[in-house]
Structures are given as structure tokens and as C-alpha cells.
């Protein structure tokens, strides 16, 4: 018997999106440059971007690459492919043909936009694909020349067909084990998403947002600019997060609500022109995508001590939000990730998915309907994520009687030296409590007598300290246990990050694979 209406209870992103156009109208959704959108324009774009991509040929449930930085274009275009059932594949702008190529042929996709920057690129990967461009004057699949044309409009509303099971996005993670993997993301698992976020992070629709960090990247698109969309707020995008722009826009358009990772959130502080800007605007500061260290933040509290802090802590798999550690609770824990989300369901848990006690260590496992359904066309490791019938999250925790989360690692950040596991993130944290540090990534490299030997990576606030080696090794003496002291301390004159701000410990890993055990010092 065929369901009754199941068309009236239908809750797609694109209904969403037509609810919020429908709800707050002609006030201004989204800026990017001179292009000012109010929400009932988003809708409008949406349904003409929609148009065009079945006009010209792609099916429901098609996957479509976007391969640009993050301008409107950008985001229309993945509006336009939640509004007509497509499957929207973002691709991080600094892949090389080659990892772009695997992108494309892993997800099937039959569709590529991307800007002129990046055209020889795009144009040396995929094979023979639809393609596009997601600014105006470079062809006929212009997707800004099709959102602002009324001649799009004709025609029945598109997406009519699409289900809230349906994907909506195939998220890539970063491969930093392995070839990327590709989540398989629906409306619904998003959708409750937005929800968790609307309500964890506190979006109000009167919030003005900066949104600095790459579309691309599940935390910038999914816990911030969409939720705050679909909640009325404001949103000024720009292309990338530049220490003295974002600083500079936060005083001059008194932006109330601004996300970033802890790289980005350090160079903030570093910059100049953070003491001399007038920052009182701000009112809900956040922070996540990977461990803030605590001296860190309690920099930041201090010289913004008007803004709220929340501590976001998830990966794309679920979304991404998991837990919230929020304003009021930073001064009991300030380390904590908090507690799980108003949609999901946390534990930490031994090899054999029993519940660690209090303190313990343990993985993180999840279950939600925010979860992904499963690897794109990877049985083996979607049977591995969801073994014992919860998510594992490949992070190491602990957890408190009240169900507060602190991540220790990433599983494959701990280092096992002699048989004992180290914790990277503890000698980061460690070390930043020197004055002399600017960044640290502490990472495993070979040692013929530990098998893996603790080693630091460090960025000096000056570089041309004298005998800064010795200063940090006795200031981490001081600090940890013997076999927590780094064997050797690396100065840097960056860190390697990718372009969403986080920290590439893979790259850190390879660079230092081949470290000589005499040049470790004295162990």
C-alpha cells in the first residue's frame, strides 16, 4: 500500500533550505566580495543551480566533485546538488592531480567544478567528465551566471523525488591511514547534524558569523555556516583565514560568532594587530578539528575574557559534531572535550567494548543518526568502523563519572617506546608551557633500542635563541617522566598543515622516518 503523505512530511536539506528562505526572506544571509545574498535568493540560486545540473544530463544520486576555495559559487553549488538529489563530493583545493584523479574515479563522479586557478589541475584528472566552473564567464556551466539568471526558473521545482535517506555528500577523509576513504553522508544524518549544533553551540539568528576556514572541510561547512544558515544568521565568507584580514573584519563588520582550529587560533594571537584591533564584538568563540593545547587556551581566555569559548571535538563521520565542553564548564575542565552532543551517544571502551572506568583509557565509539552509512564502496573498513554495532572513532580517551570526554591521541599518535605507550599530546603540552615555544608536534621516529623514540618538533617564538635544545629538554624533564622526555628536539620554521589548519603529523612522520639513532642524543 503506498504511504500516505509521505511527500507532506518530507525533510530534505533543500526543504531546509526553502524553510529558511521562506522564513527570514529578504535579510542578508551571505556575503562573499561585493555579492550580497539574502536567504530567499540562496533558495532561488539553489533551485536554478538544481536546473541546470538535470538539464544537463546528471541523475539523482550522481556524484558532482567541487574543486575550488570557498567563495558563494561554491557554496551554491552545493545547495544546488542537495536541491536535486545529487551527491556532492568536496575536494580539499591543494590535492594534486593525482590525489584529485583518485577522488574522482574512487566516487564515481560524473561531474567536476572548480575555478581557473585550479582548471590544469582539474583538466589533468578524471577522465572524460561533465565540467563546470563555479564563477562567472568561463563557459556554459557557469554555476554564479545560472544562480543569478531568472530564466532558470521555469519549469517544476526540482528534487521533488529526493528522500532524507538519500546521500547528500561523500565526505573524504584525510587519509592519513591509507588511501581516503569516502563517508557516505545523507540529508537525515545531517540534518540531526545541524540540529545538535543549533542547540550545543547556542546559534542565534542575530549571530553575525566569519566563516574563514575552507568549505570544503566538514567543520566550517557543516557545524557552522549551515546550521547558522538554516537558524537566520549572518554569515560573511572569505577565502581564507589571513591572520590580519580576519582580525580586521572582526572589528570592522563586529562579527559576534568565529570558528578555527588551534593553528589557526596561535597565529591569531601571534599577529600584531590582535592587541591593537577592537575584538569586544565577539560573543561565542570556537575551537575543535584537532586538540587545543591548554596553555593555549588559557592565552586566549585571557585576552578575550568578554567571548564564550566551546570546545567542538568530532571528525567527518559523524558530521562532524560529537561534544561540546561549553563556556561555563572551561574552568573545571580545561582540557575536556566535553559531553556528548544532544544526537549522539558516547562511550570509551577497551578491545573488547567494555566501558573503562573513570580515568581509564579507552577508544571512542559512537552511535547516532548523524553518523555516516559507510565507505563508499569499502565493505572491509565500513565492517571495521561499526564493529560491536557502535562507530569506532580511532581516538584514545578517557572519561570522567559524569561523562566528560578528554581525548588523549589519536590511536596512531601514540607513541610506543620501549613498550610503553606515550602519549604525544601530553609532552605537547608539556613543552608549550615554555615561553620559548611557539608551536610543537611531538611524533614517533625509529631508534634501533626503543623501536619508537619520542621526538619534538618545534617552532621557537624566536628563532635566534641561543641554546634553546638544552632549555626545553631540562624544562621537559621537570615536567614528565623520564620516559615521556623527548630524545631529540627538531627545530622548525613551520609545521606542516593542510589548508583547513590541521596539524600533518603523517607528513612530520615521513620527513623524520629515516632519523639516524646517533642523532637522537642521550635516551
Keep these: 500500500m503506498a504511504e500516505i503523505g509521505g511527500r507532506a512530511r518530507r525533510n530534505t536539506i533543500g526543504d531546509a533550505l526553502r524553510r529558511a528562505g521562506a522564513r527570514f526572506r529578504d535579510r542578508p544571509a551571505l556575503r562573499f566580495g561585493e555579492s550580497l545574498w539574502s536567504f530567499a535568493a540562496l533558495d532561488r540560486a539553489a533551485d536554478r543551480v538544481a536546473r541546470m545540473l538535470l538539464v544537463e544530463g546528471l541523475r539523482p544520486g550522481d556524484r558532482v566533485c567541487a574543486f575550488g576555495r570557498n567563495s558563494d559559487g561554491y557554496l551554491l553549488l552545493w545547495l544546488g546538488c542537495a536541491r536535486a538529489g545529487l551527491v556532492h563530493v568536496p575536494a580539499n583545493y591543494a590535492l ?144 581564507a583565514p589571513q591572520p590580519a584580514r580576519v582580525l580586521e573584519l572582526i572589528e570592522r563588520e563586529r562579527i559576534t560568532s568565529f570558528f578555527a582550529p588551534p593553528t589557526v587560533w596561535i597565529t591569531l594571537l601571534q599577529h600584531p594587530d590582535f592587541a591593537r584591533r577592537d575584538l569586544s564584538s565577539l560573543v561565542n568563540i570556537y575551537y575543535g578539528a584537532s586538540i587545543m593545547p591548554v596553555p593555549v587556551l588559557q592565552e586566549l581566555r585571557a585576552r578575550l575574557p568578554g567571548a564564550r569559548p566551546f570546545n567542538c571535538y568530532g571528525q567527518s563521520e559523524i558530521a562532524p559534531l560529537a561534544t561540546v565542553l561549553r563556556p561555563e564548564e572551561h574552568d573545571a575542565r580545561p582540557g575536556s572535550v566535553g559531553r556528548a552532543v544532544l544526537n549522539v551517544e558516547t562511550r570509551v571502551v577497551d578491545a573488547e567494548m567494555r566501558d573503562v572506568g573513570p580515568g581509564e583509557r579507552g577508544e571512542v565509539v559512537h552511535r547516532s543518526p ?112 623520564p620516559y615521556k622526555v623527548p630524545k631529540r628536539i627538531i627545530i622548525a620554521e613551520a609545521l606542516p598543515k593542510n589548508t583547513a589548519g590541521k596539524l600533518l603529523k603523517r607528513e612530520l612522520r615521513a620527513i623524520h622516518a629515516g632519523t639516524a639513532s646517533a642523532a637522537l642524543g642521550a635516551g
Design 370 to 481: 548523524q553518523l555516516l552509512l559507510g565507505y563508499w564502496n569499502m565493505p572491509e573498513e565500513t565492517a571495521r568502523a561499526f564493529e560491536g554495532g557502535w562507530f569506532h572513532s580511532g581516538d584514545v580517551a578517557t572519561i570522567d563519572e559524569e561523562g566528560y570526554l578528554a581525548i588523549v591521541d589519536r590511536t596512531k599518535d601514540l607513541i610506543n617506546t620501549g613498550g610503553v605507550l606515550v602519549a604525544s599530546r601530553e609532552v605537547e603540552e608539556a613543552l608549550f608551557t615554555h615561553p620559548a615555544v611557539a608551536e610543537v608536534a611531538v611524533i614517533a621516529v625509529p631508534d634501533p633500542k626503543w623501536i619508537e623514540a619520542v621526538a619534538a618538533v618545534v617552532v621557537l617564538r624566536d628563532p635566534a635563541a641561543p641554546d634553546v635544545e638544552a632549555a626545553l629538554l631540562a624544562h621537559a624533564r621537570a615536567h614528565l617522566a
Design 96 to 239: 594534486t592531480g593525482a590525489e584529485l584523479d583518485y577522488i574522482l574515479r574512487q566516487s564515481g563522479a560524473a561531474a567536476v567544478f572548480t575555478q581557473p586557478a585550479l582548471r590544469a589541475t582539474a583538466d589533468a584528472a578524471g577522465g572524460a567528465l561533465l565540467r563546470g566552473t563555479l564563477d562567472v564567464g568561463e563557459g556554459a556551466l557557469d554555476v554564479l551566471a545560472v544562480a543569478g539568471d531568472a530564466r532558470w526558473d521555469a519549469g517544476e521545482p526540482p528534487g521533488e523525488a529526493v528522500a532524507e535517506t538519500d546521500l547528500v555528500q561523500l565526505q573524504y577523509t584525510s587519509g592519513t591511514t591509507g588511501q581516503p576513504k569516502g563517508a557516505m553522508m545523507t540529508h537525515r544524518a545531517m540534518l540531526a547534524q545541524y540540529a545538535s549544533a543549533t542547540v550545543e553551540l547556542e546559534m542565534r539568528r542575530d549571530d553575525r558569523a566569519l566563516a574563514a576556514l575552507p568549505l570544503y572541510h566538514t567543520a566550517q561547512m557543516h557545524a557552522f555556516t549551515m546550521p547558522q544558515m538554516l537558524n537566520g544568521a549572518f554569515t560573511l565568507l572569505i577565502e
